[in-house]
């Protein structure tokens, strides 16, 4: 890589906040942060730990809870230590890392959205054939597809940015380190770069979101014909949470990486990562659990 760049580290420009209200970010984040490992570590236990939950819809819901402890990981840590740090520094080959770990982890979620929205269809479709359609060996294939898909989908990013030559200036308009600030800094023509970030990302952004959708559709079909009130809120409580959770993150993506680069769409793109890289995975397991009659029945036994 030292062939094709001279810039050996960078500066995060972070949030952009006063001094005045960086300790208090700090602390907002900091807090956020402790919230996202305890809850989605809990649903790990739990999931692993209670017999009743070796279903497919809590294998997927364990694998969502460890990507997003990793999802946060990327950015969270380097960020609230820049919060109460003068040098906001990362090396080159940190920085290349974020990028391929952002967008891998952040790939595989979406791809596993698709998924778990597959599995609920099946569920409220053909609850009869339900164990037979989402047999073991097909729910560890569609996690293990949903992760090699992703991380080759970060690769793919990551290589083609660590090859662009960086000589100067070296401060990224960010607070971690994204593909589209990171292209800012270039010095040499990046727009194959974001026309290849525009279809890829766009591609899997939108085929993902499109089977969610159509799973969505199908689902919607079935719980007219349920004529019980009661049977309805049941098969709806199953989705309301994965429904929620995918509007938040689809929407904050697309409206992140399907738009033209400039200098006041950086600044928004900076809002915009806060929600899928810090409030999203704190939420995401208050809104499986909170909704989920299961998931409360294990975990009042696992406090017991």
């Not at 294998?59 to 820049?82: H, R, T, W």
């Not at 010095?187 to 770069?193: H, I």
């Not at 995401?284 to 989920?292: E, F």
Request: hydrophobic content about 45%.
């Amino acid at each position: 890589l030292s062939n094709f760049t001279s810039t050996t580290y960078f500066v995060l420009d972070g949030l952009g906040v006063d001094e005045d209200l960086q300790e208090i970010f700090f602390l907002v984040f900091l807090l956020l942060y402790m919230l996202t490992l305890s809850a989605n570590l809990s649903i790990m236990i739990i999931t692993i730990s209670d017999t009743s939950l070796h279903t497919p819809m809590y294998l997927f819901l364990g694998n969502l809870a460890f990507l997003d402890i990793c999802y946060s990981s990327v950015v969270i840590p380097k960020m609230i230590a820049d919060l109460i740090s003068q040098k906001k520094m990362i090396s080159f080959y940190g920085c290349m890392l974020q990028i391929y770990f952002f967008h891998s982890l952040g790939g595989t979620e979406v791809i596993l959205f698709s998924v778990m929205s597959y599995d609920r269809y099946v569920a409220i479709a053909h609850p009869l054939r339900y164990s037979t359609i989402m047999k073991n060996n097909v729910c560890i294939g569609l996690a293990v597809c949903s992760w090699v898909l992703g991380f080759s989908h970060g690769l793919l990013h990551c290589i083609m940015t660590a090859k662009l030559p960086f000589c100067g200036p070296n401060i990224v308009k960010h607070f971690f380190c994204d593909i589209k600030p990171m292209l800012n800094l270039a010095c040499t023509d990046v727009s194959f770069n974001l026309r290849l970030l525009f279809i890829v990302t766009g591609t899997l952004a939108i085929s993902t979101l499109s089977l969610t959708i159509l799973s969505y559709i199908f689902i919607s079909k079935f719980l007219i014909k349920i004529k019980t009130s009661q049977g309805r809120r049941r098969a709806l409580s199953t989705c309301s949470g994965h429904f929620t959770v995918v509007t938040l993150q689809y929407g904050t993506a697309i409206f992140t990486y399907m738009r033209p680069s400039t200098k006041d769409s950086l600044n928004q793109d900076r809002a915009a990562a806060i929600m899928f890289s810090v409030i999203t995975p704190a939420l995401n397991p208050i809104l499986y659990t909170l909704r989920n009659k299961d998931m409360k029945k294990a975990l009042k036994k696992l406090i017991k």
